[in-house]
């Protein structure tokens, strides 16, 4: 939600997405350093708008670092969330 400089309000919608970013960088002697940043955008609570009601979107956010070895794996976890009402 924004507010005008007439104190109009205005609604703008977005996407609720899980997204990730790898940045990486060779090292050199078979390594590589990966950056990682990972976001989750969630519906949060209900809003009342007038006689309308929206979602706010909830915003997690991580950023690590981690170095590889060549032929190495990594595996994340921890990324979903569920909620039970």
């Known amino acids: 939600m924004k507010s005008g400089n007439s104190g109009a309000t205005a609604i703008e919608f977005k ?3 899980l997204g990730m970013e790898v940045t990486p960088v060779v090292l050199g002697n078979g390594r590589i350093q990966l950056t990682l940043r990972l976001s989750q955008d969630m519906p949060g609570r ?11 979107i909830d915003k997690q956010e991580i950023a690590t670092q981690v170095t ?4 190495e794996t990594l595996a994340l976890g921890g990324i979903f969330q569920q909620q039970r009402t």
């Open 15 to 17: 996407e609720a997405v």
């Open 46 to 56: 209900s809003l009342t708008m007038g006689e309308s009601q929206v979602l706010s």
């Open 68 to 71: 590889l070895r060549d032929g």
